[in-house]
């Protein structure tokens, strides 16, 4: 569910409506870039019982450490504005509510959901997941009235281009909407203490389940991708046309129009981006919990980081909203993707993006030279960093334990056991 957040279907919308299917290799690499950051994050916390800002705060040096967490915070923050203008952007559609309150119901319905989870939080996600499904059976559906041709999708999911205008940062966004800090900070944080080939077992079953989740997630992304590329690219009348120049969360429901009606399709399209909205803005706070006790080891009330996750993410969604209004939201979320692209690209896009920028502004000569002596040695400063982190020698030890107890009998009592746990005790007592 993370990975079909609002975020998400806005970078698709906007990549089918500029570039028909010319972006879904993109789509198709993050996936696999996000499956090995899922299954390496699972292997961490099985073998060290601890998450990654835990073991981030023990690693390194103090001034390396808040400067990670400021990183990572940033990260949580742009992460989590598409779930609030998403959720906004639903309920302007359902009830007519103005963007800038829609940001302000989300903050508290969020934190509302998180205090009814004790309640039973399993009904709570089959219940968002059931919504979910039932637009993504939608787009299928509609993937039957256009009829993509299937060269060119099998072309556009293994032969990489950049072509057509914005293609760059478009891919950028998608790349950043996939790879987000909330889907691997909280996966793991299970202590076994079990034999080696337990362990083995865990990380495969675990490589397995994100597998399975992240196929399901390409194909919603490749019907999502399809429908807005075909419906963008024949036969356009002029009210279509004004609706896919500027495709958005808040106005994609028309491309649901021959499978449901459009009182029918704007409902439930409205009603899917809701809970995808919820389920992610939830997973965004969880993250941002664990990130801020793991790296700083506040013991704080747990209502009071909810609090301040939240107030994090609202602020510049609500500051965007008043000023921009919806048009301003849509924009901010592609920035905020963009935002989370890999490091290599960031570096890559930010110099070229600069550099024209300083090519063609309108500064004096001894400005221009002001302002590159600034921001140059900054770009540096932020490379060296980065090859520091890469190829620093690890001190804290995060090898597997050397101990053949089987699993605490306690996991067989437990509500939030997971079928693979139940595989794993089955197994280790055997």
């Known amino acids: 569910m993370a990975y079909l957040d609002p975020g998400n279907l806005e970078t698709d919308l906007q990549a089918g409506a500029n570039h028909r299917y010319g972006l879904l290799w993109v789509i198709l690499i993050g996936l696999i ?19 990654l800002s835990e073991l981030c705060r023990a690693e390194y040096p103090v001034m390396v450490k808040y400067c990670l967490w400021m990183i990572a915070e940033i990260a949580v923050v742009a992460a989590d504005i598409p779930e609030v203008i998403g959720t906004a952007f639903a309920l302007n559609i359902l009830f007519h509510l103005p963007i800038w309150s829609g940001v302000l119901f989300t903050g508290f319905s969020t934190l509302i959901l998180l205090g009814l989870q004790r ?8 219940l968002i997941a059931t919504l ?45 909407a996939l790879i987000m800090p909330y889907t691997t900070e909280k996966l793991i944080k299970f202590k076994f203490e079990c034999h080696d080939i337990v362990l083995q077992e865990a ?81 965004c706070t969880y993250s941002g919990q664990y990130i801020m006790q793991g790296f700083l080891g506040l013991k704080i009330k747990r209502w009071m980081r909810n609090l ?18 919806s048009a301003g939201a849509s924009r901010l979320i592609i920035i905020a993707s963009v935002r989370l692209g890999i490091i290599g690209i960031n570096v890559y896009y930010l110099f070229t993006g600069f550099m024209g920028w300083l090519s063609h502004c309108s500064l004096p000569r001894a400005g221009t030279v002001l302002v590159g002596i ?7 400063v932020y490379v060296v960093a980065v090859a520091y982190l890469m190829f620093r020698k690890d001190r804290v030890v995060t090898s597997p334990p050397k101990s053949v107890q089987p699993l605490p009998k306690i996991i067989w009592r437990k509500e939030e056991a997971t079928p693979i746990m139940r595989y794993l005790v089955w197994t280790s007592s055997s």
């Open 203 to 283: 990380c495969k079953f675990f490589l397995l389940e994100s597998g399975f989740a992240l196929l399901i997630a390409f194909m919603i992304y490749v019907a999502v991708v399809t429908v807005a590329g075909a419906a963008c690219s024949r036969n356009l009348t002029a009210k279509v046309e004004e609706q896919c120049s500027d495709l958005t969360l808040n106005s994609a429901s028309f491309l649901l129009k021959n499978v449901l009606r459009q009182k029918s399709a704007s409902i439930i399209y409205a009603i899917a981006v809701l809970a995808s909205g919820q389920s992610s803005a939830i997973s």
């Open 374 to 380: 600034v921001v140059f040695p900054l770009m540096a």
């Open 308 to 325: 301040i996750t939240r107030s994090l993410a609202i602020a510049p969604s609500l500051l965007v909203s008043i000023i921009g209004g």
């Open 132 to 176: 979910i499904l039932v637009m993504a059976a939608c787009f299928f559906g509609e993937m039957s009235y256009v009829r993509p041709p299937a060269k060119e999708l099998i072309k556009g999911m293994f032969v990489p281009n950049f072509r057509g205008q914005g293609a760059t940062a478009d891919a950028i966004a998608l790349l950043g």
């Open 119 to 126: 309640y039973g939080v399993r009904k709570l996600e089959m």
């Open 33 to 51: 870039f996000a499956l090995i950051i899922q299954s390496l994050a699972a292997n961490l916390g099985v073998c060290t019982g601890k998450h």
